[in-house]
């Protein structure tokens, strides 16, 4: 018997991916249903060869729902994550609403996936912020070997990280660059084309924003609450795929070579590092990729123990969507969640 799996946002950037991602890997369903709020009431979404209409959030029993993927916003997962959780569905929440709840496990499988076992306190399971997924792959092998002491990362992160209406954003304000149109910031604070903003998320009071903080706390949480990080989160005008340029340095020595090596056999990431003219990966090829890329590993020559290296990803993929489906199946394979009896 398969399972049953509800998409939460499945209208959104993140939902349909989550449907798109279903299908790819083969993941046990035997019936996904696509929710939504109700003014998509009836609107169509594809799981693989299929076509789902959308129903109400409101209006669904989740009684016999095993898993409920929830890609709609921290109000709306507030409002009902506990709720289905009650009715005995698990919920993998891709908000920012559970992730620093003490009581909700806050996952990235090659990291951390010893620590799903806590979700059997509230029936939640929290999905990271998409610049701290791809980082902590990233980290995590090299902190087993060597001990990351300090990071200090520079993000550059794509528009889709903000919603399908960003994305609209950038791709008119070229439109009307090009023609000697009226660019005025919607999404945005400033003009996202060919721009920059140093800016994601709201400001804290210590001249932080509340994105990069998230890198640092979320950091400590699924990796080691040791490592100190401090971060510089950059909104840039591409379309899918974050980057990284990461420096960290380490209680023990670990060469670039050491190192290279080291994340070559690490799972979830594949390095394209060749110090020659296209010998490393930019979010144009990273976006529809399942992996975490790394590229420009180098020592850094003014510290003790210290290395530098780019990461990228797809924030839709592994930042978002695919990490959920990837907790979803460790709970399968561990046999931690089973398909419930439907009624007759």
């Not at 993998?92 to 990291?111: A, G, K, T």
């Not at 980290?139 to 209406?165: C, E, F, M, N």
């Not at 640092?216 to 971060?231: G, M, Q, R, S, W």
């Not at 290279?260 to 590092?273: C, N, S, T, Y």
Request: charged share 25%; glycine share 6%; net charge negative.
């Amino acid at each position: 018997m398969g399972y049953k799996v509800a998409v939460v946002g499945a209208t959104g950037n993140v939902g349909r991916e989550m449907l798109n991602i279903l299908a790819e890997r083969g993941f046990p369903a035997d019936e996904v249903v696509a929710l939504a709020s109700r003014r998509s009431l009836g609107v169509e979404v594809s799981y693989g060869d299929r076509v789902l209409k959308c129903k109400a959030l409101e209006h669904f029993d989740f009684s016999d729902t095993d898993f409920c993927l929830m890609s709609a916003g921290s109000s709306v997962s507030k409002e009902w994550s506990p709720k289905i959780g009650a009715q005995g569905c698990v919920v993998i929440d891709n908000s920012s609403c559970w992730r620093y709840d003490d009581e909700v496990p806050l996952i990235v499988p090659e990291v951390n996936a010893d620590a799903i076992t806590g979700f059997t306190k509230k029936n939640i399971i929290a999905n990271p912020n998409c610049s701290t997924a791809q980082l902590v792959v990233a980290l995590k092998p090299l902190h087993d070997a060597a001990k990351i002491k300090r990071v200090v990362v520079s993000t550059y992160q794509s528009v889709s990280g903000a919603g399908k209406d960003a994305m609209d954003e950038l791709f008119n304000q070229t439109k009307a660059i090009y023609v000697n149109g009226s660019v005025e910031p919607e999404k945005f604070t400033k003009r996202i084309a060919f721009n920059v903003i140093p800016h994601i998320d709201v400001f804290r009071e210590d001249g932080y924003t509340k994105e990069e903080w998230k890198m640092e706390i979320e950091t400590k949480k699924i990796l080691d609450p040791n490592i100190a990080l401090t971060a510089t989160c950059v909104r840039v005008p591409v379309f899918v795929g974050h980057s990284e340029a990461v420096n960290i340095e380490t209680e023990n020595s670990l060469s670039a070579d050491q190192a290279r090596e080291i994340l070559r056999e690490a799972p979830g990431i594949l390095v394209v590092d060749k110090r020659e003219d296209e010998g490393y990966v930019t979010p144009f090829e990273a976006t529809g990729e399942d992996a975490t890329y790394i590229s420009r590993i180098r020592e850094d020559h003014t510290v003790k123990n210290g290395l530098n290296f780019w990461c990228v990803s797809d924030n839709l993929r592994k930042g978002a969507a695919l990490n959920a489906i990837q907790i979803a199946e460790v709970l399968v394979n561990r046999k931690l969640v089973q398909p419930k009896k439907k009624a007759a």
